[in-house]
Structure formats: C-alpha cells, structure tokens
C-alpha cells in the first residue's frame, strides 16, 4: 500500500530530526465507503476485507483532510451497519479507524526544497505539502534575479530551484478545493533560517 510505504519514510524523517511536536498527532476519523450490492458476499470476513480495503485506496488518493495529512492508519475501529437506503445498487458502509496525521502549526520549524521560483516569492515542497509560499515580504534582504530565477542577498546566499530553505510556518489555511491540501506560509524572517547546505533534504529540520 503506497500510503505505508511513504508513511515509513516520512516517520523515520520526524524521528530522525527530534521532531515530537504537535504537528503530529493522532485523531478517529470516519470514512464511508461505498460497495456495490453485487459485491456483498455472504462470508463476513470476505465483506470486512472489500470494505477495508476500499477504505484504503481512497484514503491514499485523498492524501488529506482538515484534521491533516494521513500518515497511516494505526487501528480499525468498527464497520457500521450498511444501509442502502441512498441508492438500491449500492451499500453505504461507514468505517470508523484511527490514524496518525501530520498537520503544520504556525511557529513550528521545518525544511522545504525550492520548485518553483516567481516574481513575488518562492514555493517549497516540504514532506507531503506541496504548497508552502515564501513570500518577498518574509525574506527580507532577498533580491530577485529575472534572468537567473534566484533570490540572492548581499553575502551571496541564494534561494532558487532546488535549494534547500529552512523555514518557519508563519500562517496555515485547509481549503476544500480539488488539491485538498494545506496552504502553508513560510517566512525566514529569524535567525537560523533560510538556505541551507543539505542538498536533497525534503522534509523537518530539528
């Protein structure tokens, strides 16, 4: 399952920098799931399985919520009763489990690699946010340099695609819209923050 497999990576990541803070947590969630009527078997623990596992798979394509993304699923919980009442073709099922997220708290401390650079600022891939703005106003000191793509500041430290920026969360906002992700802004406005020299680094800095 793809959502274990990066959970693994992302986790060891956490560990690894020290990072036990309130950006991840654990939370009971319910997810209803469909299952066509055709699928009902009349073996039990097959229905468990299908449903379960239906669960998953959307689950690893909705990547997060407004609680925060979905790290992993750590326990089932219960499989409610299923009712049709909606559509006579389809069993609505809602399954109850609990998960480990990974939500980002202003104040907090992290690391991003730089993918796109604009006029007003730069956009960070930082662990499973895809959508972390450092904007001009929060990288004081930075110019921008039209034909190179960088930022670049008077001791000639650069901000452009692929450095590695270390940052703080200045302010974050969930928006319910197709991309179902946190919009994060990032500032380097503080001592200790800004580029650094850990090329390939995509995730939390300590």
């Known amino acids: 399952m793809a959502i274990c497999t990066y959970t693994s990576f992302f986790l060891r990541m956490f560990w690894s920098f020290g990072i036990v803070s309130d950006m991840l947590r654990e939370v009971v969630l319910t997810h209803q799931v469909w299952v066509s009527v055709k699928s009902v078997d009349i073996n039990k623990e097959i229905l468990t399985s299908y449903v379960v596992g239906r669960s998953l798979k959307q ?19 219960r499989i409610g009763r299923g009712d049709n009442k909606l559509c006579p073709d389809h069993i609505l099922f809602p399954v109850v489990f609990r998960c480990r997220v990974f939500i980002p708290v202003a104040g907090e401390v992290l690391t991003g690699v730089v993918q796109h650079v604009v006029t007003g600022g730069v956009f960070l891939k930082s662990g499973p946010m895809h959508m972390v703005y450092l904007s001009t106003r929060l990288m004081p000191n930075y110019l921008f340099v039209p ?32 991309y179902r992700e946190f919009r994060v802004l990032a500032t380097i406005d503080a001592d200790g923050l800004g580029p650094v020299a850990l090329n390939g680094l995509d995730g939390i800095a300590s």
């Open 59 to 77: 689950l690893s394509k909705d990547k997060a919520c407004k609680h925060g993304y979905m790290l992993a699923v750590t326990k089932l919980i």
């Open 147 to 178: 034909g190179e793509r960088t930022y670049v500041r008077d001791d000639s430290s650069k901000i452009g695609i692929g450095v590695v920026v270390r940052y703080s969360v200045y302010a974050v906002r969930w928006i319910e819209d197709k």
